[in-house]
């Protein structure tokens, strides 16, 4: 069996485990749990060849427990349910070294194999490991989610790619027969996209293509070898960022040619629409914002429809969206708003909610001046009682600022009207 370069230099021990140092250097938020050998259940989060794979035969290894692995392209709920009772009949409920089942790819998976997982999760009969390049918080059941512990895995850094490098040229069997040269390494990093799995086959590429045994690297020769097309748009990569940063700037900039262009780009690349449509949700509220409400519900309705329909249809739906936003009204005066609050939480710490602000539930509650001299705005003219609902030493603050915009303006004018000066916007 020929196996590829990046399967016979997968680090087999943490200590060989290249990155995540936030997660696995001496003072990682894991690695004293995979000391222990009490690990939780959890989800792996990041872009492809980051080590997700690799880390969780690790933890299995570190602590000494069956390890068990389904794809989740692949697996069905029958298949998770043969796991579980194998695991159930292999582990040891009395101590906490359970069997644990990895996942990869969880994001795929549908609610009803995410709740085949439920109850072993819960009983202990498995810790469960699961992989994914999607964001979770989306992508993986709110019963599930809420049982593991996320931990997210970043693209590999030039030093760690140069590492690896290092080490397959030190400890392959195959490229130790050869005499290899790494002149200019550059390209090579670049092509990579930050993907350790993408930068080895890469690699074992130039390495194989190359009939003498002496072989010298070059950024010339990588680029010569390496097909343009495949780097037309990297999806984990520096350019997958650049990209979506640009589609976000011209919509913002208000103009339409920039936003479709990109959008295009990503399109053309394979992005993922679901991250796309998430991109023009989160604008729509922070550059939009109550300049243009409309543009939350129009962003919000996109995401479901592309959701069901996908390529190639979901292109005509993103593109409507991003010419709507990016020819609406722009303010980011909530998005200002809740960042200032925020901020003020943070400087002032939990003060203290005013007497008739609170709730009073109990005789005890009442008796201690809860909810007293509490004013229901409707029982006024207007719907409205000139009462303070901030904190005394916040008196007068203002967070939010009315944009400069048509129905902004119209917001400031009511605000005006009913606090009579109280407020400077």
């Not at 009490?38 to 980051?50: D, N």
């Not at 997700?52 to 029958?78: C, D, M």
């Not at 990569?237 to 919509?251: L, P, R, T, V, W």
Request: glycine share 6%; net charge negative; aromatic share 8%.
């Amino acid at each position: 069996m020929n196996e590829p370069l990046a399967e016979r230099v997968r680090p087999k021990t943490l200590e060989d485990y290249i990155s995540q140092h936030h997660l696995v250097g001496k003072e990682g938020s894991l690695t004293h749990q995979i000391r222990r050998g009490t690990i939780p259940s959890l989800i792996l989060w990041g872009p492809p060849g980051t080590g997700k794979t690799t880390l969780a035969q690790i933890i299995a290894q570190e602590s000494k427990r069956p390890f068990y692995t389904l794809s989740a392209i692949s697996s069905g709920v029958k298949d998770v349910r043969e796991v579980i009772e194998k695991a159930k009949a292999g582990g040891n409920l009395f101590t906490t070294r359970n069997p644990i089942l990895f996942i990869d790819e969880i994001h795929r998976f549908s609610k009803a194999q995410q709740d085949s997982l439920l109850g072993a999760v819960e009983k202990g009969w498995i810790t469960l490991i699961g992989a994914t390049t999607e964001n979770p918080s989306f992508e993986v059941i709110p019963a599930l989610l809420s049982r593991c512990q996320v931990y997210i895995l970043n693209p590999f850094g030039k030093e760690d790619l140069e590492m690896l490098l290092k080490r397959a040229l030190e400890e392959d069997h195959i490229l130790r027969e050869k005499t290899i040269d790494l002149k200019e390494t550059e390209a090579l990093l670049r092509l990579s996209g930050g993907d350790a799995r993408k930068l080895l086959n890469i690699f074992e590429l130039l390495v194989t293509s190359e009939p003498a045994d002496t072989i010298v690297i070059t950024d010339e020769l990588v680029l010569s070898k390496v097909q343009k097309n495949t780097v037309l748009y990297d999806k984990t990569g520096e350019q997958h960022y650049d990209i979506i940063s640009a589609f976000i700037k011209s919509i913002r900039g208000s103009d339409p040619q920039g936003a479709v262009y990109w959008l295009a780009r990503m399109i053309e690349g394979g992005e993922d629409v679901k991250f796309i449509a998430r991109r023009l949700l989160i604008l729509a509220s922070e550059d939009i914002g109550l300049a243009n409400p409309t543009a939350l519900v129009i962003a919000n309705s996109t995401f479901q429809a592309v959701t069901t329909i996908g390529y190639p249809e979901a292109r005509i739906l993103l593109s409507e969206c991003a010419i709507y936003l990016a020819t609406s009204p722009k303010s980011n005066s909530s998005y200002m708003a809740i960042g200032d609050a925020q901020a003020a939480v943070k400087e002032h710490g939990d003060l203290p909610v005013p007497l008739d602000l609170r709730n009073a539930p109990t005789k005890l509650m009442k008796d201690l001046g809860y909810g007293k001299d509490y004013k229901y705005a409707h029982d006024y003219q207007n719907n409205f009682i000139d009462a303070e609902f901030l904190p005394d030493s916040l008196k007068g603050t203002v967070f939010y600022s009315p944009g400069d915009n048509s129905r902004e303006n119209s917001i400031k004018d009511f605000l005006t009207r009913r606090w009579k000066g109280k407020y400077e916007y």
